[in-house]
């Protein structure tokens, strides 16, 4: 019996269940985001893989998505729905004798204890397509890191495996994006200081890294680089680590007035989440879209925790005179972030026998 983890990603999850709720879109192209009109301003949540094919990506606007793609059906997300689809996939994967540690709607990772982990993951995508009509890809690994990444080469409803047997074999000739967690700025700034590929960052000098990207996230990229990654693999409760609650406009806003006006009407919505979670907010952050589409996020730390509505309010205050002001607003943002110590520790055990 060997340990394993694996990460089972719900294929294509929302359009996936908008498609269940309405079989006559199978096979057609599905974009869902803001309120279904892609006249309006919002950003695409998801799209069906047809839809795909034709450029249309998750965080695009729905307007350019209706460019590419004007005979898309476009429907409005349902949040509701999603959640209760995603509640039906977990309870599936908790049936089997492992651990689970949810991670978002539609992923989770499953830590197991077996010699053929391949037909696992095989019965777990045939009991959770039986059970909710869902089809998921399932990363093997020797840690998380590598079941995480494995998934995008089993998409879709496929299997692969990634250890340290083939990692330099799968990885190594990949771009230093392909890593979970180096985005496109970090790898434009590792490129400048000659490392492009996974095996070049893996060889680089940890003190070098530490110079450029400071003394913890330096050498954690170089970490990314080798695989290595935490093994644990915990059955405690997924819990929300934040709220929030934002506003695409669609008349831009100008006034400064008006800007602080709406932040605190979105901080009052945020309160009266916090309020139903039951527990204190200790950083709150604020995200302002500016025109044409300039996003920025900025963030601060409370003096006390707080579920206080006018508390939250005056932080979000506090957080947008922190922007550069002078150019429209197309989207503003508000999120209250809960501290991890409300939430019980995590067990050492990874796996179930």
């Known amino acids: 019996m060997t340990d394993w983890v694996l990460h089972v990603d719900l294929d294509q999850f929302i359009a996936a269940v908008e498609v269940l709720r309405d079989p006559s879109l199978r096979g057609k192209p599905v974009v869902v985001g803001g309120n279904g009109d892609p006249t309006e301003r919002a950003v695409v949540a998801t799209a069906s893989y047809e839809a795909r094919e034709f450029g249309v990506h998750s965080g695009m606007p729905l307007r350019t998505a209706f460019k590419k793609l004007p005979d898309a059906v476009f429907l409005p997300a349902d949040h509701g729905l999603y959640e209760a689809a995603s509640a039906d996939v977990m309870a599936v994967l908790r049936s089997f004798p492992v651990v689970v540690e949810v991670m978002g709607w539609d992923e989770a990772f499953v830590g197991a204890s077996v010699d053929d982990p391949f037909e696992l993951a095989r019965s777990l995508q045939a009991a959770v397509l039986e059970s909710t009509g869902l089809h998921c890809s399932v990363g093997i690994g020797d840690n998380k890191l590598r079941a995480k990444l494995a998934t995008d080469f089993g998409k879709p409803a496929g299997v692969f495996q990634l250890t340290r047997a083939n990692w330099v074999e799968v990885m190594g000739h990949r771009p230093t994006s392909a890593l979970w967690g180096i985005g496109a700025k970090t790898e434009r700034k590792l490129a400048e200081l000659g490392f492009s590929t996974v095996t070049e960052l893996a060889s680089a000098s940890p003190e070098a890294l530490a110079t450029r990207f400071g003394p913890r996230m330096g050498p954690y990229f170089r970490t990314l680089a080798l695989g290595a990654g935490d093994t644990v693999v915990s059955a ?39 309020v139903a979670e039951g527990r204190p907010v200790v950083r709150v952050g604020v995200k302002v879209r500016f025109v044409p589409f300039f996003t920025k996020v900025r963030l601060m730390k409370l003096p006390a925790p707080t579920s206080s509505a006018d508390d939250l309010a005056e932080a979000a205050l506090t957080v947008l005179d922190r922007f550069e002001h002078g150019r429209a607003v197309r989207l503003l943002g508000v999120r209250a972030e809960f501290s991890a110590d409300d939430v019980e520790p995590k067990p050492s055990s990874s796996t179930y026998q």
């Open 236 to 274: 405690t409760p997924w819990v929300v680590k934040s709220r929030s609650h934002e506003k695409t406009y669609q008349q831009d806003l100008t006034s400064l007035e008006d800007i602080r006006r709406e932040v605190v009407a979105l901080a009052h919505r945020v309160a009266l989440d916090v």
